[in-house]
Structure formats: C-alpha cells, structure tokens
C-alpha cells in the first residue's frame, strides 16, 4: 500500500492543474476585451456586409488597454468597439443589467415624431385592443376621409406576457374591421419582435404564397463561413378573414428587425404603399448571448438575411414608397404628417 | 430521457450476476460506490469561461476477475452545480457513464516487490456531458437558462488494467480507457442551429460525427482498492481521473477528479 500510494499523489497533482489542462481563466481588462472581440470575431454573421476592418479595430483599440485600465475604462473602449458595427441587434450589458450599450447608431436620431394617444383622440372612433394589449385599432374618423378607413398599430412583435402568437387576435380585429375600404397599418417604433410573429401576422395581409428573404447562419470561425439558404416564407391565413383592399403601412427609422421583415413583405402587395421614414436596418436575426469573465454579456446575430434577389438591406433599411417624415414638433402642433399622407393617398 | 435508466442497470446487474453464479469459482465483485467529484469544463461553444464545481457522485460497478481475463461493468452518475469567476454566471451539468470492458492477461511481471498482472483489452461505453446555461439577473427574473451545451461521446477505447492481488479479495487495480474510434454528439456551430422554436428549448442529439483518438481525445483513469470487511462484502475507495478535448464546433475540454467509497459483494 505505501509504495503504491506515490502513484495516486502523481495522479492527484497532475489532475489538479486547471489551468496546464483548460488554460487559463482570468478576469482582467486584456481578458475580457479578448473575449468579446474573439467570440464576435467568429460567430457574428454580419461582417460581409459591415464596412469594418475587424482586426484593425482588434489592434486599435486593444492596444488602448493596459492592465491598470479601469472598469469604467473598459466599458467605454468595449462600448467604442460594438458601435463601429452600427447593429441594432448588438448590445453589451453590464453585470447587474442596469447599463447597456446598444451598437446601433439610431437612438442618436430625435425622438417623439410617433405618439399613440395622440392618434387614438385624434384621428380614431371606437378604439379597441386585442392580442394581449398589443394591438391597437378603430376607425379613421369619417371627418378625414369619405372612405371607411380601419387603423391598426402593434406595440411590437414580441411575445406578449401571456403567448407568443397573439398575433392570431387579428382575425377578431379584422372582422371588426371588416367594412373598411382601406386599412392603415402602422409599424412606427416598432422595434422588433419573434421572427415566427412575421408571417403570422402578415398572413392576414397577404393574397399569394411567397418568399421574402433568405437567412444564412454561421456554420465555421470564418467572416465567409455560412450555412445553406434558409427561405423564410408567408402564405394567406385560410382559417378566417384577410384584408387584401388598398393598404398604408406606415414606418419610421425606429421600425426594425421584425418590423422591417413585415414591410419587406408588404413590397410584394400591389395594394399596399409604405409612407413614412426608412426603417431602422437590422436585419440580422437570431441574437445569440455572449459573456465576458467579468461578467459582462452581450447579444449579437448569427444569422445574415438577404432579398431573393441577393441584396441584405442591413443598414439600409426599408425606403418608403412615399417619404414623408414627421418630427416631435408636428406632433407637439398636433399634425402627425404621416398619418395624413396614409389618409390622403388612401382617399384617392 | 433518463426514465428507462433504473430499468436498463438492474437488467444489466441481473444478467452478470446469472452469469458470474453460473461460473463458479471465479472472482465477482457488485456493489456501488458513492463521493465527491470535482469538475472543470470550458465550453467555448457556450462561454469562454471556465467553470468548475464539487458535488456527489455515485457509480455502480461489476468486476469479474479470473486468472486469464477480466470483465468490468459500470454506470456512473453526477450532478453539478458549476461556478466561474463571474457570479452572475453558473450552470448545472449532468454527467453520466456507461462502459464494458474487457481485457485479457498480457503478462505478469514484479516491480517493486510487488506482483503485478497486465491485462489488455477493449472497452464501449458513452459518456455525456450536458450543460445548462444560466444568468443570474434582477429580482423579478432571477434566473434565465441561456445555453444549453453537451458533448457526448459513445467511443471503443483500448483498454488497460493492472491489477495487484494481495490476498483472495483484496486488490488494486489501475484501469485505463483511450477511446480510439468515437461518435461525438456536439452543438452546431451557431447555438440557433439545435434550438427547437415550439418547446423553446436547444435539442440534444444523441450521435453526430465519427472520430478517431487525435481528434477526440480522452483519458480516463481509475485505481481502485478492495478489500474484505465483513462475511462476504469489501470496502472499495477509489480514485478516477478523467480528462477529454474535443474541437468542434468550438474548442471543450473537461476534467474531472472523482473520489469514492463503496461496498462490494463477493461470490
């Protein structure tokens, strides 16, 4: 027994050296910069399309870090580093998730050129909610137009706090609708939501099967390395009404990611014309979640998302068929420039 | 997914012991074993961290030793809670082993003053590893699972023991496992990729890729001591180490240190 107890000592000292076996584990301002720019380095989806020289950025601004740079420090030289992709879908959150960073540069632009309530008293009769409280929606007031107008708005696309499909409310909405004309459809400030919530919810817009974009995931380490096709399809709801008359969708620069999916699908609708703004151009899907030793997390997407025509509008947006913008000050004056567009264009 | 396991060990014990009372005068020791195993896992699928925990970790084991050859069942089950530097940041992983082995005497040969009997052989088995990713938040969502990882290996492997009798009923034995060929069962590069949208949760798979010993390589050992303790049971302590890498889609490793002890059935 004594002489094969050195054999277990051998084992146990070998056995315990995490790092000689795992490498190591370090939680410092070099360490974790490394963790972010490595994990986006190989598994963020939209480098083929973003005008950034990632290895440059790497030396740029990981020579700026010393191991007496500050937490504060960090956050502002990491903060640097996402925005240069200029994502909607990128973000760094801190530890306790009381500060985030978010790449997109659209939060720059003014804000208060959309207010709900000031179209519900307004414009509206008969205001109503369905699908959890995220849909809004009555009748344009005969006072704006001869026609029977029917307005909709979406707070969002996300899962409300009861399910995620409630986009299938729609069905009550339009048969409360169901004398209309035409309908406004409004998207303004819709940020994004379930990618499945898309075709549902356009289902009830749409008169023929299509695809609308076409998503790649990333398959290798490489900025080139993406798996095969993945069509992403809308067909008409044939369990229970759609409304195929004239359409006004209206967007703003904050309508992104789900939003700016359903209005790329509203461009294949010869009855439907957006007005508005561009939408925001965030159109990478799939956000995955990343961590840094300290703790740090950050979402970023996998997927890149294309036209069938093979153009990706990351960045671009959705242009509208009618630009017609629209600032705090309208709404302040009580003019929503937009929703009077919808209404003129809609009456003709 | 683990429903059927009871069923499928007793079966399995009952099987071997028919077979070993059957034998006669043979050597056969049953019984299970119970410590604490510590394990170290950086998953750079799921996070560049490593993260490492103690926890409980029982094992039922079957050994049947004859002069010419030595076969060796065993099912191994852990839980642990793991932690990294970051406390916001934890997992809970599932590690669970299956393996036969078989191996056949090689030589005899005296080191130490000690005799020791070489046998070689073969063994099958699988083992799995399955993480589960959580972050720890604000007060009103205080936990989110945000990955799920796992590696899983079924492999033949070479086997090696070594095995110093002392008296009839005690001995050591040093057990090595290589695994030669695998099928690893990893994620898909993108953690979307295995994520089933209607149960809202990522779908483990049972096989994937076909593997030989430099592209999944591990290493396990295990040294055991048995000897009598009363009428006809033995105590066991025993010592495992296991280590295993693997690169795709993203670089894991993992080891693990093990420390048991148990009570064996002699017949």
Known sequence: MKKIFPLFLVLFFISGCEEMLLGPNEDNPKSNFEALWNTLD????????????????????????????????????????????????????????????????????????????????????NVQSAGDDMITYGKIK??????????????????????QHWPLDLEKVLNDLSDSDAMIIDL??????????????????VNREFTYFYQQEKTGPGHYDFGERIPLSVSPNTAGPTFTKKIALLTNRFSA?????????????????????????????????GELPNGWTFLYPVRLTKTPEGICPEGVGIAPDIYQPNSKQDIDMGIDKVMNKAIEHLSK | MYKNTP?????????????????????????????????????????????????????LQYFHNEEINSHYLEATYSFHPLTTLSDNLNTSTDIIRFRYSYVHS??????????????????????????????????????????KSWYWSHSIDISLQLLHELQPRQFFSLQLFIPLL????????????????????WKLKMFGKTKFITDNFSVNTILTF?????????????????????????????????????LFYCF
Not at chain 1, 265 to 277: E, S
């Open chain 2, 226 to 262: 048995q000897s009598p303790l009363y009428w006809k049971f033995n105590y066991q302590l025993s010592y495992e180490f296991f280590y295993s890498t693997y690169s795709e889609p993203k670089e894991v490793s993992m080891y693990m240190n093990s420390f048991r002890a148990g």
């Open chain 1, 257 to 289: 990611s789900a939003a700016e999916h359903t209005s790329r699908i509203f461009k294949y609708l010869p009855y439907a014309t957006q007005i508005g703004d561009t939408t925001e151009g965030a159109f990478g899907d799939v956000v995955t979640r």
């Open chain 2, 182 to 201: 695998s099928n690893v069962s990893r994620p898909q590069f993108s953690p979307s990729a295995d994520f089933n949208y209607p149960e809202l949760d």
């Open chain 1, 142 to 163: 005969p006072a704006f137009s001869n026609l029977k107008i029917g307005y909709i708005n979406i707070i969002a696309l996300a899962a409300s706090s009861k399910r």
């Open chain 2, 106 to 147: 090689l030589t005899d040969f005296d080191f130490l003053e000690m005799k020791f009997k070489l046998f070689g052989g073969g063994s099958v088995g699988t083992f799995l590893s399955l993480s589960n990713y959580y972050q720890d938040q604000q007060a009103t969502i205080p936990r989110i699972k945000i990955m």
């Open chain 2, 7 to 59: 069923k499928f060990i007793i079966i399995l014990l009952f099987l071997f012991l028919t077979t070993a009372f059957a034998q006669g005068d043979v050597k056969n020791f049953i019984g299970g074993s119970f410590g604490v195993s510590d394990f170290h896992l950086k998953d750079i699928h799921a996070s560049p961290l490593i993260y490492s925990g103690t926890n409980s970790t029982p094992s």
């Open chain 1, 188 to 205: 303004r400030n819709v940020g994004g939501g379930l990618k499945t919530n898309v075709p549902i919810f356009s289902s009830f817009f």
């Open chain 1, 42 to 125: 190989k598994s963020y989806a939209l480098f083929p399309v973003k005008k950034v020289n990632w290895d440059q950025l790497h030396s740029f601004y990981g020579n700026k870090i010393t191991s007496s740079t500050s937490q504060d420090e960090l956050w502002n030289i990491c903060s640097d580093l996402v925005k240069t992709l200029d994502d909607g879908h990128v973000v760094l959150f801190n530890k306790g998730l009381t500060n985030a960073t978010f790449s997109t540069s659209v939060f720059s632009r003014p804000l208060g050129d959309f207010n709900l309530d000031f179209i519900k008293s307004k414009y509206l009769d």
